[in-house]
């Protein structure tokens, strides 16, 4: 009977340790929760919108491989200051990784201050902090697309759609009559993507007279009232237009569908982006083609990238440039290939 009583308090010890060490073995395996506290800096805007969607199911897909993930997001709507304050709230409420779309580019100090304090890293997005301001503190990156890239391949796209209809030239003058539609005032991407896309142009060999140029803030409403008073002014003369993204050139062709302008009288719209709503306009023939900006490879680099800072494992995956930045290729989209960027949509 002893030796019985004595076997199974061994048999018991022993189921114990073998417990002890599973759960032991469990802990060191589960990952550090991803907290993600994002601000930007205005989520009306389609494209921000329509990432920051791709960013949630990317987050979601960490879910699955045994890590908890949270993400809190704030609307600066505009103001720096807002955002700043947004910051602050973020990491009080226990974020451990900011990701970061900044009102003003050159205005990050505060941010990146708090940060520091803090010991949370930034990762940027969409739009990129000065390099001497990423320089402040090893743990800031940024994850978006060379604007120069986006410049040229609509200047490209405008020059083939130009070079296979000689009809774009509607007075038969040798010259292609433009305007521009142009995000914010002294905007990073929008003054490189316009340069890039005239110079592109140009470079082809394509006569240019330039008629106007009017700032948008990337809005549709404000690109078809900016429109409006263009063609007040200018009549049929305009040939081309030329948007800094795909709301703008579709708010171009929202004020001549207002004015009833027939098609033979209508300009050729080239955007930038590759929205939902930009896409399904290549396909109906209302924008000669756009520049898909991927948002779903920056969606997936920002997961990866917010995981890997928190749990300080994975980064040896991440194709970093200079040790910070990660920029993802944009893309042409022309009536022929639409169908492929539009299958990336679900």
């Not at 921000?48 to 809190?72: K, P, Y």
């Not at 010991?119 to 301001?133: K, L, M, Q, T």
């Not at 995000?183 to 990073?188: A, K």
């Not at 106007?212 to 040939?239: L, T, V």
Request: with cysteine; charged share 25%; proline share 2%.
């Amino acid at each position: 009977m002893e030796r019985r009583r004595l076997g199974a308090v061994v048999t018991a010890v022993f189921i114990a340790m073998q417990l002890l060490c599973a759960c032991e073995k469990l802990g060191t395996e589960t990952k550090e929760p991803v907290h993600v506290g994002l601000t930007c800096y205005n989520q009306s805007d389609t494209f921000l919108e329509q990432m920051i969607e791709c960013f949630r199911e990317e987050l979601e897909e960490l879910e699955h491989d045994a890590t908890e993930v949270t993400i809190t997001i704030r609307d600066a709507c505009g103001s720096q200051r807002t955002q700043n304050d947004q910051v602050k709230e973020l990491i009080d409420a226990g974020c451990n990784v900011l990701c970061v779309n900044l009102v003003d580019r050159a205005d990050p100090s505060e941010i990146i201050d708090l940060a520091r304090e803090a010991d949370v890293p930034i990762i940027f997005f969409n739009r990129e902090p000065v390099a001497e301001d990423l320089m402040q503190w090893d743990r800031l990156y940024y994850v978006g697309a060379h604007a120069e890239q986006s410049g040229m391949m609509q200047g490209a796209l405008a020059a083939d759609v130009i070079e296979a209809d000689s009809r774009i030239d509607r007075n038969r003058d040798g010259k292609i009559q433009y305007v521009i539609l142009e995000g914010e005032p002294g905007h990073q991407d929008a003054i490189i993507r316009t340069e890039d896309a005239v110079d592109t142009l140009i470079n082809r060999g394509v006569m240019l007279e330039k008629l106007s140029c009017g700032i948008a803030n990337w809005n549709r409403a404000q690109a078809q009232n900016r429109m409006m008073q263009m063609i007040s002014e200018y009549q049929n003369r305009i040939e081309l237009v030329l948007a800094n993204n795909d709301d703008m050139a579709l708010g171009a062709v929202d004020a001549y569908k207002k004015l009833n302008y027939t098609e033979s009288a209508l300009p050729v719209f080239f955007g930038i982006d590759g929205t939902d709503v930009g896409l399904q306009a290549v396909v109906d023939g209302e924008l000669s083609a756009t520049v898909y900006n991927d948002k779903e490879g920056q969606a997936q680099v920002m997961a990866k990238l917010a995981d890997a800072l928190v749990s300080g494992k994975g980064m040896d995956g991440i194709a970093l440039e200079r040790g910070r930045y990660v920029y993802v290729p944009y893309a042409k989209v022309t009536v022929e290939n639409v169908g492929e960027f539009l299958r990336r949509q679900y």
